[in-house]
């Protein structure tokens, strides 16, 4: 107790400058790294930022010697990086989508938001089908209907890892549960699923998706060529989800299922009330892990024709009315930005649920 | 009264009962009739089935062979059976078990809202009420972390008093506790044992068993070797086994 009280408290708040030089090793290491800084520092803000060209029509500025950065072609291609080939006259119905998403996503997420559980009902039963609508479109509802080859960028690695988010946490729930059964049928057919997924490269079960998907479909059904990634990425991190699932509820004690079963909760009410929500928390950094993956695979629905985010910042890059020494750097730099952005959120976002649950 | 003779009115009939985990025989031609309102204390060495033995009285384990009634059904593969026999059977775990992600409250409230389907205003009354009496009435918005271990089994105690149940099992529910808790659980189940509560607990706590067991079951291998009255068990204990057992335990 007393050996406790004498400790120093605040360890943590000795002065930070003091602390990169409290030893030789230390002293070392900032100074090497101050060296890094000077030595890197300076180009990357010419070409980035001083050097860069903000506004112009076309690609001559750009082409001009010593000019950075090309950021007037970001600015000038932004639409078609956004929405890819969606019709112009009707990209408002994709604006309402991603402004609704954002709306309601905001809402789920911050924790003391109010009637969280109602945002969470309408972002999980009602948006989905809603997005859905609008941007397929309904001749019914006077909606021209744009067909899901025509979706591109930000629109189509959104919906594919969307749709991949909210199929393989439940899907892979499902798969972990399966595959701690007492059934043997059910057992085998999750691991069977789990492993073959496992086994196989993404772009394999992209290519298997988009040629086998159509032999399940009813003939009636136009072949489209977002369906069959959409699932096939939605599968495959299903796989993935599913283990980690698995790995919470593998460390939670066993003594939590047993409590709950003496006290007459029945499986599923055990699940959802008891088992879940402690190996859910537990495994946050490693759903995180998972989601942040998939949204970044999503990248490889590009080989089987989808025109996502990076293939369209890909092959604007060619247009020969901006073609120039820097499109290329300015392009592959404007797409690492945008996933690190979101990839960071989400990294950030899971770093403060782990912080809500396990102060 | 001679040592096991059958109360009239039986809370738990257990008849021939035998288990294996595998190829290995836990437990071996169990007979033992608990009457309502009746107290039994289990003991026996570390190892020899009297976990095994209580968790099969909820359906927690199930055994291959033998007869086990419980108010008045019949334990088998059956889900149904199964629970309901856990309605009216509330349980005591060594290591508490309470749900780290719930308060105490709402430990106490999760069963009460969804197997009893009661009102979440009623389960709470109903809660309280219970915390209360376990004397934990100002801590119902803590988690289980937040208290001491007996605090926690109390909890778990209530926990398990909210569903009404009308057989309690304890299993050595002070056995993970500092020295200086035991007496404020054991207190809790003394005072539930005056109530009328019919209890079945495994526990070493020997004053306990003498002052609130109506009949002390001794356990060794898988079987039981001696059922007897407290004072008869502890002062003429009749095998040798029993013998040996206690005279470690009252060391
Ligand atoms: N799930 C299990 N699988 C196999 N053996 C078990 C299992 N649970 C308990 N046992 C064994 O059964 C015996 C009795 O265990 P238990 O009932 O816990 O004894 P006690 O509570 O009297 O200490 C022990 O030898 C133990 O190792
Ligand atoms: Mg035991």
Redesign the interface.
């Known amino acids: 107790m007393s050996a406790l009280a004498e400790r120093p408290r605040f360890a943590a708040r000795i002065d930070p400058l003091r602390r990169l030089f409290a030893s030789p090793a230390s002293v070392l290491l900032t100074i090497g790294c101050l060296a890094l800084l000077v030595w890197v520092l300076p180009d990357l803000l010419r070409f980035f930022v001083f050097d860069a060209v903000w506004t112009a029509n076309d690609g001559l500025a750009c082409r001009a010697p010593g000019a950075g950065a090309c950021w007037a072609f970001v600015a000038h291609k932004l639409p078609y990086f956004t929405y890819g080939a969606y019709p112009l006259a009707q990209r408002w119905r994709v604006d309402i989508v991603f402004g609704i998403g954002a709306a309601l996503l905001g809402w789920v997420l911050i924790p003391r938001a109010p009637a969280r559980k109602f945002g969470g009902g309408l972002l999980l039963l009602v948006y989905p089908i809603f997005a859905f609508v609008l941007l397929e479109g309904a001749p019914a509802l006077g909606l021209v209907r744009v067909s899901s080859d025509l979706w591109g960028g930000i629109l189509a690695t959104f919906v594919v890892a969307a749709f991949g988010i909210f199929v393989s946490l439940p899907f892979g729930i499902l798969l972990a549960l399966g595959r701690r059964s007492n059934l043997p049928v059910l057992r085998l057919a999750s691991i069977a699923f789990i492993e073959f997924m496992r086994g196989v490269p993404m772009i394999a079960v992209l290519f298997m998706a988009a040629t086998m998907l159509p032999l399940f479909l009813p003939g009636w059904l136009t072949p489209d060529r977002l369906l069959p990634p959409l699932v096939g990425v939605a599968l495959f991190a299903s796989a993935y989800m599913a283990e980690v699932v698995r790995g919470g509820l593998q460390a939670l004690?066993k003594?939590?299922s047993?409590?709950?079963?003496?006290?007459?909760?029945?499986f599923w009410?055990r699940q959802r009330?008891?088992i879940l929500?402690?190996a859910l928390?537990l495994v946050i950094p490693a759903i995180a892990n998972t989601v942040i993956g998939l949204f970044k695979d999503t990248t490889l629905v590009a080989t089987v024709g989808i025109f996502d985010f990076l293939r369209s910042v890909d092959s604007a890059r060619l247009d020969p009315h901006w073609a120039g020494p820097t499109i290329t750097t300015t392009a592959y730099s404007f797409a690492a930005i945008f996933y690190f952005v979101c990839c960071f959120g989400m990294s950030r976002y899971s770093y403060y649920l782990e912080s809500r649950?396990h102060p | 009264m001679s040592e096991n003779s059958p109360p009239q009115d039986a809370a738990v009939e257990i008849d021939g009962l035998d288990k294996w985990y595998g190829d290995f025989h836990v437990l071996r031609d169990i007979n033992l009739v608990v009457g309502k309102g009746e107290r039994i204390v289990v003991c026996g060495p570390s190892g020899s089935g009297k976990s095994t033995l209580i968790r099969c009285i909820n359906g927690l384990e199930e055994h291959q062979h033998g007869r086990l009634v419980v108010n008045g059904i019949e334990l088998r593969r059956d889900p149904a059976a199964i629970d309901k026999v856990r309605r009216n059977v509330g349980m005591v775990f060594q290591h508490f078990n309470l749900f780290s992600h719930l308060t105490v409250l709402e430990n106490c409230t999760l069963a009460p809202m969804h197997v009893r389907k009661l009102p979440k205003a009623e389960a709470e009354d109903l809660a309280r009420r219970y915390l209360a009496r376990v004397r934990l009435a100002e801590q119902v918005n803590k988690y289980p972390a937040q208290l001491s271990g007996g605090e926690q089994q109390r909890v778990a105690i209530a926990r398990a008093l909210c569903m009404s149940p009308s057989i309690m099992l304890f299993d050595e529910p002070t056995s993970a506790l500092d020295p200086e808790m035991v007496t404020e659980v054991l207190d809790t189940i003394v005072g539930l044992a005056e109530d009328g509560m019919t209890m079945v607990c495994v526990t070493h706590e020997m004053g306990f068993a003498r002052q609130v067991a109506d009949r002390v079951v001794f356990m060794d291998d898988g079987e039981i070797v001696e059922i007897d009255r407290p004072e008869a068990f502890f002062t003429a204990p009749r095998h040798e086994r029993t013998k040996l057992f206690l005279s470690r335990i009252l060391r």
């Open positions: 004690p003594g939590q047993e409590a709950a079963q003496a006290l007459g909760l029945r009410a009330l008891v929500p402690q928390r649950w």
